[in-house]
């Protein structure tokens, strides 16, 4: 199965995110690079960096680079051989941190890897107190300078009080639920984010994608993100043998049999929907269907 492309209705802040977790392994060359509107040609737009994350079994492979991905031949490389059930891809606009490959998404700790279209507003003056909430024995692993970095820490941090991270049968709910707590820290230290204007860059937005390969959710902060768990109509609806009513309509049973996030819509026959403000959607490793909302 190949993953979709980017349509041209691109909005040039920030960065652009993309999360696909499926029950078959899919290629990413389609979306990455060979379409007009890849991934590959939007890093025009968003020049400072590229990653790629997937899963082999339990195990994050992941790939990256501080070039813009139209000039990276290892960019083109590496679309051309991934096939996963699950991915993360990030091309990077900065707003803090310098240009270098530890700033550069996907992040990774374990086998969880984590991707943030965003910023934190000010975030010099926060760094420290923010900093001061991670667990010490995930602090240390703190490379870059980045505000997005510190966010996927913090929020491993409060998943780590109640949960195994080494665990891949915690369940999305149970994640979804510490994420919570942290994002309201978050906020509670350095205020709302701005779901007014996106493309004030230097106001606070919350926009990411985390998984462990196993489970993936994603929280509309700000910056927009759209997501899809069925098409129009399959094309390999005749030779798939995990198709189902579910890959044309919306799911009945709560379970589904892919679930993509992007930043934009993808060209092609998936249906898509704008995730609204504060809510947090994903997959459980059964991909059983999770919704819910920060403040609810």
């Not at 802040?13 to 899919?26: A, E, K, L, Q, T």
């Not at 913090?154 to 998943?159: A, Q, V």
Request: glycine share 6%.
């Amino acid at each position: 199965m190949e993953i979709e492309t980017f349509n041209e209705e691109l909005n040039l802040s920030m960065c652009r995110i993309f999360g696909f977790r499926s029950v078959i392994h899919s290629q990413v060359h389609q979306s990455l690079v060979n379409a007009d509107n890849a991934l590959v040609t939007q890093s025009e737009r968003h020049p400072d960096g590229w990653g790629v994350a997937y899963y082999v079994g339990d195990a994050p492979h992941l790939i990256k680079g501080d070039q813009t991905a139209l000039q990276d031949k290892i960019f083109k490389k590496v679309s051309g051989v991934v096939a996963s059930q699950t991915v993360i891809a990030h091309i990077r606009k900065a707003t803090l941190g310098e240009t270098n490959i530890l700033n550069t998404h996907p992040f990774q700790y374990g086998r969880w890897t984590f991707a943030h279209n965003g910023n934190v507003k000010d975030f010099d003056n926060y760094r420290e107190e923010l900093q001061s909430r991670i667990e010490p024995d995930l602090k240390r692993f703190i490379l870059g300078d980045t505000d997005s970095e510190t966010i996927f820490y913090f929020l491993l941090s409060y998943i780590k009080q109640n949960l195994n991270l080494n665990d891949s049968s915690v369940s999305a709910k149970d994640v979804i639920q510490q994420v919570k707590s942290a994002l309201r820290e978050i906020i509670n230290i350095v205020g709302p984010c701005n779901f007014v204007d996106e493309n004030q860059t230097s106001d606070t937005f919350l926009t990411f994608v985390l998984t462990n390969g196993h489970i993936m959710l994603a929280h509309h902060g700000g910056q927009k993100l759209k997501y899809s768990t069925y098409k129009t109509q399959c094309v390999d609806r005749d030779s798939c043998p995990f198709f189902s009513p579910v890959c044309e309509a919306p799911t009945k049973n709560g379970f589904v049999n892919h679930l993509i996030f992007s930043s934009e819509d993808l060209s092609g026959d998936n249906i898509w929907d704008e995730m609204k403000p504060h809510q947090i959607i994903g997959v459980d490793k059964n991909m059983s269907l999770v919704q819910d909302n920060l403040f609810e």
